[in-house]
Nanobody
């Protein structure tokens, strides 16, 4: 089964940028066949959708809070998912997870549509 490993988290000041990466181990299913997404879970909060990208990388979807500050992308040749986060604010403090959407579902922004998850990388933004 494919494994997802996030990296790039850290502690930064408000206004800074971070670039998160998610590497997928090789599997019999090609990386570019799947919608991929980022979710996050802040302290004491439920996990929430951040952004998603289709297999080819041509279509992207964002939560309202990330529309103007975050960019999701993917490098299918390297089995890598990226989240570029700019103008970070303290409310962005969370554990960020990458996830692979299950087959045969068209839902994009709902956690239950994704069946493969990484362990997360922590982002802390100080004011």
């Amino acid at each position: 089964q494919v494994q997802l490993v996030e990296s790039g988290g850290g502690t930064v000041q408000a206004g800074s940028s971070l670039r998160l990466s998610c590497g997928a181990s090789s599997s019999k299913d090609p990386f570019n066949a799947y919608m991929m997404a980022w979710f996050r879970q802040g302290p004491g909060k439920d996990r929430e959708f951040v952004a998603a990208i289709n297999g080819a990388g041509a279509l992207t979807y964002y939560a309202d809070f990330g529309q103007d500050r975050f960019t999701i992308s993917r490098d299918n040749a390297k089995n890598t998912l990226i989240l570029q986060m700019n103008s970070l604010i303290p409310e962005d403090t969370a554990v960020y997870f990458c996830a692979r959407r299950a087959k045969y579902t068209t839902t994009i922004r709902v956690e239950s549509a994704y069946d493969i998850w990484g362990r997360g990388t922590t982002v802390s933004v100080s004011s």
